[in-house]
């Protein structure tokens, strides 16, 4: 299960990506928000995290830099959400840090690059490789 969420920066794009998700046949949920209406990032990247941790799933966020959304989601113990504004990015953050939440900056992307971004993103496994375990296992540590 895919977890998605925005602020009111992020709320088109989301849409867009919806449907395509729709497209494509992957299950997902939209935890929010539900309009253009100003609201906090902060509330939606705590949506989305707590549904990744306890449902085991992946989530995607949604603002205008991306970043407010990965700040607040990396609070949240088990989470490692990274800003991707192009499809290389998006494949290193899921080889060798294995994230469990993208961030896409909405301000700065259009839904085609979006697109790549998150096929990318959904279509790489961690590498798994001993220096990458050894490198989460602290960043699990630095949590506690």
């Known amino acids: 299960m895919i977890y998605i969420g925005s602020d009111h920066a992020g709320f088109e794009l989301k849409n867009e990506i919806k449907k395509w998700l729709q497209e494509r046949g992957e299950s997902f949920a939209d935890l929010g928000t539900n309009s253009k209406a ?17 449902q085991s799933g992946r989530g995607i966020l949604f603002c205008y830099s991306g970043q407010g959304m990965a700040i607040a989601a990396n609070k949240i113990d088990g989470i490692r959400a990274a800003v991707a504004w192009n499809p290389e990015v998006a494949e290193e953050s899921k080889a060798h840090s294995n994230t469990n939440i993208l961030c896409l900056p909405a301000g700065f992307i259009k839904s085609d690059k979006a697109m790549q971004i998150i096929e990318k993103w959904l279509a790489t496994p961690f590498a798994g490789e001993e220096r990458y375990m050894r490198r989460i296992k602290k960043i699990k540590e630095l949590e506690k």
């Open 38 to 54: 100003n609201v906090d990032f902060i509330d939606y990247a705590k949506l989305v995290a707590d549904s990744v941790i306890k």
